[in-house]
């Protein structure tokens, strides 16, 4: 029997994160049980109860001052990015999500302060040191290999897949009388950061607004450093009546607003890919988005696709699917199909098949 260890160190407010260490924590504990002992470690006590419902070994470990040293195993599996200066006798599968740091490092979110430096202080040591390191796509590999010089078999290949919460069919109690959304929106649930690129769509709907009196967008995240930019342009470009910004929102409430959105339109600059898209092909919401890095090949033949530098772009796609029925059903359909291609059950088992392959080596 194999012995696997598992560390959760992030937080709720680090999103897509957080979401994609619930989606390993439940990849890892569906392993046969016959063949893995799985031991859960966790860093902050509110994963005490989301740990809960699954058949592990649950683990406090406030801190990673010596984690590797004193607890032995077969794998230990990081999927938050943890980086730490150990032997590569101790056998890890790290996560890198991104490299956006080095390919887009214009935006000070990911260079100023110091940011450049501790992101590649951490890549290097993730990649000197680590067994495997799992990347999200064909191009999340090429960058690891452009940047880092990683071989092959030490990159694995693991496609991201809706959070959980998604799937979730209950009615939210009061949504209308806490949100009070326009009928019909194009919806964009995006932290407000400069690379989101919200200041692009908002210039493309100020481009329609005379076209098309009655266009509306919903905006959900939290505010970061793009926020002030965006309620300035809302200012400027007289959106007040189109835009409509609501900040923070529980997950449990995000599903319902991909139900009644026209659309999801998505003019980020970065990559490789992105979880919303996935979460529209869930939920049966059109989609039009970033044709940067890996995204193209993420969403095929189901999304609309435009240069995110280009307003006028971002314009026409926004046009089609406010204007055409038949177009929004099509990509709807297209959608739904890829999202069962690729869920929770591919997931798992392409973990699992990573898995076996560094404990069997």
């Known amino acids: 029997m194999k012995r696997i260890r598992l560390l959760l160190s992030c937080t709720p407010e680090y999103g897509g994160t957080y979401q994609y260490n619930l989606n390993i924590l439940e990849a890892v504990t569906s392993f046969p049980q016959e063949d893995f002992q799985v031991i859960v470690h966790y860093m902050h006590p509110f994963w005490k109860d989301d740990l809960k419902p699954y058949p592990c070994e649950k683990v406090y470990t406030p801190t990673l001052y010596r984690l590797l040293e004193n607890y032995p195993c077969d794998l230990w599996i990081f999927p938050s990015q943890e980086s730490l200066n150990y032997e590569k006798s101790v056998p ?18 990911v260079s100023a302060n110091g940011d450049y430096e501790s992101r590649e202080i951490s890549y290097q040591n993730i990649c000197k040191y680590t067994k495997g390191v799992l990347v999200d796509s064909e191009v999340g590999k090429r960058h690891v290999q452009e940047c ?22 209950e009615s939210v109690p009061d949504f209308d009388d806490k949100y009070k959304l326009p009928s019909k929106f194009i919806f964009y649930p ?49 959106l007040e009546t189109n835009v409509h910004i609501i900040g923070h929102v529980p997950n449990q409430d995000v599903p319902e607003f991909y139900r009644r959105a026209r659309a999801l339109v998505m003019p980020t600059f970065f990559g490789p890919t992105n979880i919303p898209q996935l979460e529209a092909f869930v939920m049966g919401c059109p989609v039009a988005t970033s044709s940067v890095y890996g995204i193209p090949d993420q969403v095929g033949d189901a999304s609309l696709l435009f240069d995110p530098k280009s307003v006028n772009e971002i314009a026409h796609c926004v046009k089609r699917l406010w204007s055409d029925d038949e177009l929004c059903q099509i990509l709807v359909e297209k959608g739904k199909k890829r ?17 076996k392959q560094l404990t069997i080596s």
Not at 93 to 109: A, G, N, Q
């Open 190 to 238: 995006a932290h407000f950061w400069q690379h989101k690129n919200h200041v692009g769509l908002l210039a493309a709907i100020a481009l329609l607004k005379e076209e098309l009196p009655d266009l509306h967008v919903v905006l959900i995240g939290s505010k970061h450093n793009g926020y002030e930019r965006v309620l300035q342009c809302v200012m400027e470009m007289s």
């Open 92 to 109: 890890v599968l790290s996560t890198i999500h991104d490299l956006m740091h080095r390919y887009e490092k214009r935006f000070p979110e």
């Open 339 to 355: 999202a069962a291609a690729w869920g929770k059950a591919q997931f798992n088992n392409r973990l699992l098949e990573i898995v």
């Open 148 to 169: 880092y010089g990683l071989h092959d078999d030490q990159i694995f290949i693991l496609p991201y897949i809706p959070p959980k919460y998604i799937y979730k069919n």
